[in-house]
């Protein structure tokens, strides 16, 4: 069980947008549509993102946006804000649970 | 409201066991879902432990498997973690959270250090 390879960093400018990838296997984000998507603030717990690859939680906006093709997913963020600079975690379920890397968005 | 809450030490030495209790309310352990722990040493990435459902069937990160135990007592509404002969590798804040095929509701997060 190896964890979901992400990049370590990604940037934009206010009103811009972003897309974060999480590549796995078939065994994990390729065989099920059970990506998920955590946004993370210094100090605080992981707050659900996105769910079942591109579902959305009640309360998240609609900036937030997820896809899976093959072995990769991603997240997109559009119209970037200051609040969005945090780290954000892809994470796959198959009974298992399996993490990316992380990925710092810095909001320039 | 879910609302989860981490308890239990702050300081563990090496070589001795990690106890850890998730406190859940607003939502009873019973009627469903697994219950999981997760955890992040300082300054790096999220790393799953486990989980249980309120029937006590498991699933434990294969890495940690021979180390970690995670039981529920649906009397308290409470799912526990034990992790044996602990290690500095082994500090980290550690948090538990509701497991469905994703997690939905997360606690607040307990910092566990080891050292003598």
């Known amino acids: 069980q190896s964890a979901l390879t992400q990049p370590r960093s990604v940037s934009g400018s206010p009103g811009q947008s972003v897309t974060i990838s999480c590549t796995g296997t078939?065994?994990?984000?390729?065989?099920?549509?059970?990506v998920s998507w955590y946004q993370q603030h210094p100090g605080k717990a992981p707050k659900l993102m996105i769910y079942?690859?591109?579902k959305r939680p009640s309360g998240v906006p609609d900036r937030f946006s997820g896809s899976k093709s093959g072995n990769t997913a991603s997240l997109t963020i559009s119209g970037l804000q200051a609040e969005d600079e945090a780290d954000y975690y892809c994470?796959?379920?198959?009974?298992?649970?399996?993490f990316g890397g992380g990925t710092k968005l810095t909001v320039l | 409201q879910v609302q989860l809450q981490e308890s239990g030490p702050g300081l563990v030495k090496p070589s001795e066991t990690l106890s850890l209790t998730c406190a859940v309310s607003?939502?009873?352990?019973?009627?469903?879902?697994?219950w999981g722990w997760i955890r992040q040493p300082p300054g790096k990435g999220l790393e799953w432990i486990g989980s249980?459902?309120?029937?006590?069937?498991?699933y434990y990160n294969p890495s940690l498997k021979s180390r970690v135990t995670i039981s529920v007592d649906t009397s308290k509404n409470q799912f526990s973690l034990k992790l044996s002969s602990v290690t500095a590798a082994d500090t980290a804040v550690y948090y538990c959270?509701?497991?469905?095929?994703?997690?939905?509701?997360w606690g607040q997060g307990t910092l566990v250090t080891v050292s003598s």
């Open positions: 249980i459902y309120h029937s006590g069937s498991t």
């Open positions: 959270a509701r497991l469905r095929t994703f997690l939905d509701y």
């Open positions: 607003g939502y009873s352990i019973s009627s469903g879902y697994y």
């Open positions: 079942d690859v591109s």
């Open positions: 994470c796959s379920y198959a009974g298992t649970v399996v």
């Open positions: 078939s065994s994990d984000v390729g065989g099920y549509n059970y």
